[in-house]
């Protein structure tokens, strides 16, 4: 399987404590997108990637939220201090950097994570 | 701020007829629209997609037509399958962004009936 694999697919935490998630995107993808979605809601846009380079973070990113994407290939979600509301569903998506179908994203199945 | 508005949670059709789904959105400077498509347990699938320069571009059964002036944007099926029951969010994009920064709306449930 050549998509994108998010890890683990589904979280359970304490409040107060960190949680990372994990994604491999498709390799021949430069561009790398992190997104949430809550329930009843479509994905928000978090921080994307392009190669190693964080190139944008939403407001929605706390700074209890870190990405990183050493090496421009795996990319990594932590999330300290969780609170209740943190809690949903976190997206990964890859893209081409540059010709493809502008928007096109190809996601992976989501990182679930409940906070209790 | 909701940009993109998606009405309907949901749409009851049945199988062979048309299903029209319905998209609003506020951003003027928003130039690429799509479909995503979500099944339960797995990720949003790109379904269709048109650039703000046409006011239609259809693939197979799928056909998603523009009106920039009224900032409205639809979805139309035809014939509605069993297969298509899932999720649908409209997404835009703005060039002065990453083309791969989207705004979503909320989603449209439909439920293809036999």
């Known amino acids: 399987d050549t998509g994108v694999s998010q890890d683990p697919r589904h979280k359970i935490t304490k409040r107060g404590q960190n949680v990372t998630f994990r994604c491999d995107p498709i390799s021949e993808h430069n561009r790398l997108y992190w997104y949430r979605q809550t329930l009843g809601q479509g994905p928000e846009f978090l921080t994307y990637f392009q190669n190693e380079a964080q190139l944008e973070k939403s407001r929605l990113l706390s700074d209890r939220f870190s990405a990183e994407r050493p090496k421009g290939s795996f990319s990594t979600l932590e999330i300290q201090r969780t609170e209740q509301g943190d809690s949903a569903m976190y997206l990964c998506?890859?893209?081409?950097?540059?010709?493809?179908?502008?928007?096109?994203?190809?996601f992976g199945e989501g990182s679930r994570l409940t906070v209790l | 701020d909701q940009q993109v508005k998606q009405n309907s949670p949901s749409l009851s059709v049945q199988e062979g007829r048309i299903s029209i789904l319905n998209c609003d959105y506020t951003n003027s400077m928003f130039d690429y629209f799509l479909w995503y498509k979500k099944y339960p347990a797995e990720g949003p699938t790109f379904l269709i997609s048109i650039s703000s320069i046409k006011d239609k571009n259809e693939d197979g059964r799928f056909t998603v037509f523009l009106n920039k002036s009224a900032k409205h944007l639809s979805l139309h099926i035809v014939p509605s399958q069993p297969g298509d029951s899932a999720v649908y969010f409209c997404a835009a994009s703005a060039r002065t962004d990453s083309w791969g920064k989207l705004q979503f709306g909320a989603g449209t449930q439909v439920v293809v009936t036999p």
């Open positions: 998506a890859s893209s081409y950097g540059t010709g493809g179908t502008p928007g096109r994203l190809f």
